[in-house]
């Protein structure tokens, strides 16, 4: 028979607890006020900072960090996971997504992470990756300018053919990462070959100077395949000379701004563009023509009209006649000088003649300009 427990015995009820003695007693406490950064102001705006060192601590559990970019879709997290575990990397890995383009590479072993970066472009599912290198000031706005590349030592002394050796001498250059499987086993002694970071806004030499005993020589250095980076737009791929944001493609108004405008001429063959060579101009002010209406007096209708001589009242070498000089009029059995009596229709051209005519009485009147 079980034991019976005395009244008032066994597991007590619990009590409420508050929020700080939660905080207490979890695993991750908060830190302590010597361990938080001051509050500081810079440009009138709350600020903290951190020294490099700092930085360099907070970012050691990031050292095998890699950040894969798709740039035209990419799967779904939960594919691409599946995608990585059948690559056969030998540690543990996990994926985070910084942006709809960007995913983070957390990789356990440096192996792996070589493996990852040195191989620079992934598929998964026909979207294309990315690998770029992650640092304490990465963007995913901007590319980072450090890169894997291999590079090549020709004619190096076979007694350089060692790790040690050949990472120091190419630590002149960037950081090394590995040796090529032929120069660790000195199946070629011809050329030495290892992978480097370099950062693609340094100056890359084209040669050492190494110390050999008592006598020193020139080591060249070959690279292969350096990529390119553009220090406008900070991605890579291209130069600032071929940026689309430093050299921005000429739009619709601006070339249409590079010509000359159209101008169009009249068909009057006196009249002329002002870039061909015309008579110097003069200050004489421009005088309008004058316009004399011609008719017959006696004409009543359509079926007496007579033939008409029209006499110009000036010639261009005479003035002008005064006010109420009367017209001059040549017409068969009539008188040659009447005063023109105003028209009550208004001026119209006739296209078919050559002259302005009005029409006047059943009849049209030639005006002379």
Not at 51 to 75: H, M, N, W, Y
Not at 173 to 191: C, H, K, M, W, Y
Request: glycine content about 6%; overall charge positive.
């Amino acid at each position: 028979m079980a034991a019976l427990h005395p009244m008032g015995e066994g597991h007590p009820t619990p009590s409420k607890r508050s929020f700080a003695d939660i905080l207490a007693s979890s695993s991750n406490p908060l830190p302590s006020s010597q361990f938080l950064k001051p509050r500081e102001v810079y440009r009138g705006e709350p600020a903290v900072t951190f020294t490099i060192d700092e930085i360099q601590s907070l970012a050691s559990p990031f050292r095998f960090a890699l950040v894969g970019k798709f740039s035209k879709g990419r799967p779904s997290m939960e594919a691409l996971r599946k995608e990585f575990l059948t690559i056969g990397y030998k540690g543990t890995f996990t994926l985070g997504l910084l942006d709809p383009r960007h995913v983070l590479i957390r990789f356990e072993h440096e192996e792996d992470y070589h493996r990852c970066w040195l191989r620079r472009f992934w598929s998964f599912q026909g979207f294309g990756m990315r690998v770029l290198k992650w640092t304490p000031s990465f963007s995913v706005d901007s590319e980072p300018s450090i890169v894997p590349i291999w590079i090549r030592l020709p004619n190096l002394p076979v007694h350089f053919f060692a790790k040690g050796p050949l990472f120091s001498i190419s630590r002149l250059v960037g950081e090394p990462l590995r040796l090529d499987a032929s120069t660790a086993a000195i199946t070629r002694p011809n050329v030495a070959r290892l992978c480097v970071e370099i950062d693609l806004l340094k100056d890359l030499p084209n040669r050492v100077w190494i110390v050999n005993g008592s006598f020193g020589f020139w080591q060249k250095i070959e690279y292969e395949n350096v990529p390119d980076y553009c220090r406008c737009c900070h991605k890579l791929g291209h130069t600032a000379d071929v940026c689309k944001i430093s050299n921005p493609a000429p739009t619709a108004a601006s070339q249409g701004s590079d010509h000359h405008a159209q101008v169009w001429l009249p068909k009057n063959p006196e009249t002329s563009h002002p870039d061909m060579q015309q008579p110097m101009a003069t200050n004489e002010p421009r005088q309008k023509p004058e316009i004399s209406l011609i008719k017959n007096p006696n004409l009543l209708g359509c079926d007496k009209m007579h033939k008409q001589r029209v006499v110009q009242n000036q010639d261009t070498t005479n003035p002008a006649p005064s006010e109420g000089t009367p017209s001059q009029v040549v017409s068969h059995g009539h008188s040659a000088t009447r005063e023109p009596k105003p028209l009550n229709r208004p001026l119209s051209y006739k296209w078919s003649s050559l002259k302005p005519t009005t029409w006047r009485r059943g009849c049209w009147m030639i005006v002379s300009l």
